[in-house]
Protein backbone atom coordinates (compact mmCIF):
# COMPACT_ATOMS: atom_id res chain seq x y z
CA UNK A 1 0.00 0.00 0.00
CA UNK A 2 1.62 3.48 -1.28
CA UNK A 3 1.23 5.89 1.69
CA UNK A 4 0.11 9.02 0.87
CA UNK A 5 2.85 12.03 -0.62
CA UNK A 6 3.96 14.36 2.44
CA UNK A 7 3.48 17.86 1.23
CA UNK A 8 6.17 20.25 2.57
CA UNK A 9 4.55 23.99 3.71
CA UNK A 10 8.10 25.67 3.88
CA UNK A 11 11.32 24.12 2.92
CA UNK A 12 14.66 25.71 4.59
CA UNK A 13 18.15 25.80 2.33
CA UNK A 14 21.52 26.82 2.84
CA UNK A 15 22.10 27.14 -0.34
CA UNK A 16 20.66 30.52 -1.39
CA UNK A 17 22.82 33.51 -3.40
CA UNK A 18 24.81 35.93 -1.57
CA UNK A 19 22.69 38.84 -2.46
CA UNK A 20 19.60 36.70 -1.57
CA UNK A 21 19.04 39.06 1.85
CA UNK A 22 15.36 37.81 2.52
CA UNK A 23 14.21 40.44 3.95
CA UNK A 24 10.30 39.28 2.98
CA UNK A 25 10.67 36.50 5.03
CA UNK A 26 12.64 38.60 8.01
CA UNK A 27 9.29 40.63 8.55
CA UNK A 28 7.45 37.60 8.76
CA UNK A 29 9.16 36.69 11.79
CA UNK A 30 8.49 40.47 12.92
CA UNK A 31 6.60 38.44 16.51
CA UNK A 32 10.19 36.96 17.02
CA UNK A 33 11.45 40.57 16.99
CA UNK A 34 9.32 41.69 19.07
CA UNK A 35 9.94 38.81 21.53
CA UNK A 36 13.65 39.38 21.74
CA UNK A 37 13.06 43.11 22.46
CA UNK A 38 10.81 42.71 25.45
CA UNK A 39 13.24 39.65 26.67
CA UNK A 40 15.85 41.95 26.48
CA UNK A 41 14.19 44.75 27.75
CA UNK A 42 12.77 43.24 30.64
CA UNK A 43 15.90 41.27 31.44
CA UNK A 44 17.98 44.16 31.92
CA UNK A 45 15.92 45.23 34.77
CA UNK A 46 15.82 41.60 36.25
CA UNK A 47 17.25 41.87 39.77
CA UNK A 48 17.88 45.46 39.83
CA UNK A 49 16.16 47.66 42.76
CA UNK A 50 16.25 50.83 40.63
CA UNK A 51 14.92 49.14 37.35
CA UNK A 52 14.61 51.77 34.19
CA UNK A 53 16.05 54.66 36.70
CA UNK A 54 19.40 53.01 35.66
CA UNK A 55 18.60 54.50 32.37
CA UNK A 56 18.33 58.40 34.04
CA UNK A 57 21.44 57.34 36.41
CA UNK A 58 24.15 56.27 33.66
CA UNK A 59 23.78 59.80 31.39
CA UNK A 60 23.88 61.63 34.57
CA UNK A 61 26.87 60.33 35.91
CA UNK A 62 28.69 60.61 32.49
CA UNK A 63 27.81 63.91 31.97
CA UNK A 64 28.84 65.20 35.48
CA UNK A 65 32.08 63.45 34.91
CA UNK A 66 32.47 65.19 31.45
CA UNK A 67 32.10 68.35 32.92
CA UNK A 68 34.59 67.88 35.62
CA UNK A 69 37.33 66.05 33.46
CA UNK A 70 36.66 68.02 30.04
CA UNK A 71 35.00 70.95 31.22
CA UNK A 72 36.42 72.28 33.80
CA UNK A 73 40.23 70.36 33.83
CA UNK A 74 40.65 70.36 29.83
CA UNK A 75 38.47 73.46 29.39
CA UNK A 76 37.35 71.78 26.11
CA UNK A 77 35.10 74.84 24.22
CA UNK A 78 31.18 73.97 23.82
CA UNK A 79 31.17 76.44 20.91
CA UNK A 80 28.98 78.64 23.17
CA UNK A 81 26.42 75.87 24.10
CA UNK A 82 25.51 75.39 27.24
CA UNK A 83 28.01 72.50 28.61
CA UNK A 84 25.68 70.25 30.29
CA UNK A 85 23.58 70.17 27.78
CA UNK A 86 26.24 69.63 25.15
CA UNK A 87 27.78 66.63 26.59
CA UNK A 88 24.46 65.23 27.58
CA UNK A 89 23.65 65.41 23.92
CA UNK A 90 26.67 63.46 22.88
CA UNK A 91 26.45 61.09 25.95
CA UNK A 92 23.39 60.37 25.07
CA UNK A 93 23.45 59.54 21.55
CA UNK A 94 27.35 57.76 21.97
CA UNK A 95 25.67 55.54 24.24
CA UNK A 96 22.67 54.14 21.88
CA UNK A 97 25.32 53.83 19.26
CA UNK A 98 28.37 51.84 21.49
CA UNK A 99 25.58 50.00 23.19
CA UNK A 100 24.10 48.59 19.62
CA UNK A 101 27.38 47.96 18.26
CA UNK A 102 28.83 45.87 20.98
CA UNK A 103 25.43 44.07 21.26
CA UNK A 104 25.54 43.38 17.67
CA UNK A 105 28.66 42.47 17.35
CA UNK A 106 28.20 39.21 19.12
CA UNK A 107 25.04 38.16 17.77
CA UNK A 108 27.19 34.46 16.61
CA UNK A 109 28.49 34.14 19.44
CA UNK A 110 26.32 35.00 22.11
CA UNK A 111 23.16 33.17 20.08
CA UNK A 112 25.49 29.89 18.62
CA UNK A 113 23.34 27.67 21.28
CA UNK A 114 19.71 28.67 19.94
CA UNK A 115 20.77 29.11 16.19
CA UNK A 116 22.30 25.23 16.44
CA UNK A 117 18.64 24.12 17.66
CA UNK A 118 16.04 26.10 16.10
CA UNK A 119 16.30 27.82 12.30
CA UNK A 120 14.79 31.36 12.00
CA UNK A 121 16.19 34.21 9.77
CA UNK A 122 19.29 34.83 11.72
CA UNK A 123 19.09 38.22 11.32
CA UNK A 124 16.36 39.14 13.04
CA UNK A 125 18.51 39.21 16.07
CA UNK A 126 20.66 41.76 15.53
CA UNK A 127 17.80 43.68 14.30
CA UNK A 128 16.15 43.19 17.36
CA UNK A 129 19.42 43.83 19.62
CA UNK A 130 19.19 48.04 17.91
CA UNK A 131 15.51 48.20 18.41
CA UNK A 132 15.95 46.96 21.74
CA UNK A 133 18.91 49.68 22.42
CA UNK A 134 16.19 51.95 20.90
CA UNK A 135 13.80 51.91 23.57
CA UNK A 136 16.89 52.44 25.97
CA UNK A 137 17.92 55.54 24.40
CA UNK A 138 14.30 56.90 24.21
CA UNK A 139 14.43 57.20 27.94
CA UNK A 140 17.68 58.71 28.09
CA UNK A 141 16.77 61.06 24.88
CA UNK A 142 13.66 62.10 27.36
CA UNK A 143 16.75 63.00 29.74
CA UNK A 144 18.11 65.16 27.40
CA UNK A 145 14.74 66.66 26.45
CA UNK A 146 13.97 67.82 29.68
CA UNK A 147 17.41 69.70 30.33
CA UNK A 148 16.87 71.32 27.01
CA UNK A 149 13.17 72.55 27.39
CA UNK A 150 14.91 74.42 30.57
CA UNK A 151 17.68 75.95 28.65
CA UNK A 152 15.34 76.60 26.11
CA UNK A 153 13.12 78.52 28.43
CA UNK A 154 16.82 80.68 30.03
CA UNK A 155 16.99 81.62 26.07
CA UNK A 156 20.26 80.11 25.98
CA UNK A 157 19.70 77.25 23.08
CA UNK A 158 18.20 78.37 19.52
CA UNK A 159 17.28 75.16 17.71
CA UNK A 160 16.34 75.30 14.51
CA UNK A 161 14.69 73.12 11.17
CA UNK A 162 17.14 70.61 11.46
CA UNK A 163 15.21 69.28 14.34
CA UNK A 164 13.12 67.70 12.09
CA UNK A 165 15.98 65.59 10.95
CA UNK A 166 16.33 63.89 14.58
CA UNK A 167 14.66 60.52 13.63
CA UNK A 168 16.63 60.30 10.14
CA UNK A 169 20.35 60.88 12.46
CA UNK A 170 18.48 58.04 14.56
CA UNK A 171 18.07 55.83 12.05
CA UNK A 172 21.49 56.08 10.66
CA UNK A 173 23.26 55.84 13.64
CA UNK A 174 21.68 52.50 14.00
CA UNK A 175 22.12 51.40 10.84
CA UNK A 176 25.92 52.15 11.21
CA UNK A 177 25.36 50.10 14.68
CA UNK A 178 24.01 46.95 12.89
CA UNK A 179 26.16 47.13 9.74
CA UNK A 180 29.52 47.63 11.86
CA UNK A 181 28.28 45.16 14.35
CA UNK A 182 27.44 42.31 11.77
CA UNK A 183 31.00 42.62 10.09
CA UNK A 184 32.46 42.22 13.77
CA UNK A 185 29.87 39.09 14.72
CA UNK A 186 30.71 37.25 11.43
CA UNK A 187 34.42 38.52 11.57
CA UNK A 188 34.79 36.84 15.52
CA UNK A 189 33.25 33.45 14.51
CA UNK A 190 36.67 32.67 13.08
CA UNK A 191 39.23 35.37 14.81
CA UNK A 192 37.44 35.56 18.48
CA UNK A 193 40.45 37.80 19.27
CA UNK A 194 38.34 40.95 17.58
CA UNK A 195 35.61 40.56 20.22
CA UNK A 196 38.32 41.32 22.83
CA UNK A 197 39.98 44.43 21.21
CA UNK A 198 36.17 45.63 19.91
CA UNK A 199 35.43 47.19 23.79
CA UNK A 200 39.14 48.69 23.33
CA UNK A 201 38.69 49.91 19.97
CA UNK A 202 35.27 51.23 20.82
CA UNK A 203 36.65 53.15 23.72
CA UNK A 204 39.42 54.70 21.42
CA UNK A 205 36.88 55.71 18.32
CA UNK A 206 34.50 58.02 21.06
CA UNK A 207 37.68 60.62 21.49
CA UNK A 208 37.14 60.22 17.30
CA UNK A 209 33.85 61.30 17.03
CA UNK A 210 32.75 64.84 18.41
CA UNK A 211 30.93 63.48 21.51
CA UNK A 212 33.44 65.91 24.08
CA UNK A 213 34.39 68.79 21.86
CA UNK A 214 32.98 70.61 18.72
CA UNK A 215 34.68 69.83 15.15
CA UNK A 216 35.19 73.79 15.44
CA UNK A 217 38.02 73.42 17.58
CA UNK A 218 40.16 71.05 16.02
CA UNK A 219 42.87 72.14 13.66
CA UNK A 220 42.18 72.42 9.79
CA UNK A 221 43.99 69.26 8.76
CA UNK A 222 42.07 67.09 11.15
CA UNK A 223 38.64 68.65 10.71
CA UNK A 224 39.05 67.06 7.16
CA UNK A 225 39.57 63.80 8.00
CA UNK A 226 36.66 63.85 10.87
CA UNK A 227 34.56 64.32 7.79
CA UNK A 228 35.20 61.22 7.13
CA UNK A 229 33.45 59.89 10.31
CA UNK A 230 30.43 58.41 9.66
CA UNK A 231 29.31 59.69 12.98
CA UNK A 232 31.07 63.20 12.39
CA UNK A 233 27.74 64.70 10.34
CA UNK A 234 25.55 63.09 12.90
CA UNK A 235 26.90 64.18 15.91
CA UNK A 236 27.06 67.72 14.64
CA UNK A 237 24.32 67.95 13.14
CA UNK A 238 21.87 66.94 16.10
CA UNK A 239 24.01 69.37 17.97
CA UNK A 240 23.23 71.94 15.54
CA UNK A 241 19.37 71.28 15.35
CA UNK A 242 19.01 71.36 18.99
CA UNK A 243 21.70 73.36 20.39
CA UNK A 244 22.14 75.59 17.11
CA UNK A 245 25.84 75.38 17.83
CA UNK A 246 28.72 73.73 15.62
CA UNK A 247 30.28 73.54 12.69
CA UNK A 248 27.25 71.56 10.42
CA UNK A 249 26.99 71.64 6.73
CA UNK A 250 24.85 68.98 4.39
CA UNK A 251 27.66 67.72 2.92
CA UNK A 252 28.50 66.55 5.85
CA UNK A 253 25.73 64.70 6.57
CA UNK A 254 25.64 63.28 2.98
CA UNK A 255 29.35 62.04 3.32
CA UNK A 256 28.36 60.01 6.56
CA UNK A 257 25.00 59.01 5.02
CA UNK A 258 26.72 57.45 2.00
CA UNK A 259 29.46 55.77 3.92
CA UNK A 260 26.70 54.12 6.34
CA UNK A 261 24.71 52.55 3.81
CA UNK A 262 27.83 51.21 1.95
CA UNK A 263 28.79 49.56 5.74
CA UNK A 264 25.41 48.29 6.20
CA UNK A 265 25.02 46.65 3.19
CA UNK A 266 28.63 45.14 3.81
CA UNK A 267 27.93 44.19 6.77
CA UNK A 268 24.60 42.43 5.40
CA UNK A 269 26.25 40.03 2.57
CA UNK A 270 28.77 39.17 5.53
CA UNK A 271 26.46 38.01 7.51
CA UNK A 272 24.17 36.69 5.28
CA UNK A 273 27.50 34.41 3.62
CA UNK A 274 28.75 33.75 7.45
CA UNK A 275 25.55 32.30 8.87
CA UNK A 276 25.70 29.44 6.22
CA UNK A 277 28.98 27.76 7.63
CA UNK A 278 29.31 29.57 11.16
CA UNK A 279 28.61 26.23 13.32
CA UNK A 280 31.34 24.68 12.02
CA UNK A 281 33.73 27.38 13.21
CA UNK A 282 32.20 28.62 16.27
Same mark, same amino acid.
Given at each position: MNEPQQKWTETI??????????????WRYKDLIYMFVKRDFISSFKQTILGPIWFFINPILTTIVYLV???????? %??? !?A? %?? /??????? *??WNYFSASLLATSSTFLGNSAIFGKVYFPRLVTPISIVISNLMRFSVQFLLFILAWAYYLSQGKVQPNIWILATPVLIILMAFFALGVGMIFSALTTKYKDLSMLLGFGISLYMYATPVIYPVSSLPAGFKKLAYYNP? *???????????? !?????????? !??? *???? /?? /?????????????KTFMDTV
Open positions: EADHSLLDIQLKEVVFGAIAKL %PTD !GP %PI /LFYLAGV *TLL *TGIFECFKYAWL !GVGDFSPLML !GIS *TVLI /LI /LLLVGILIFNKVE
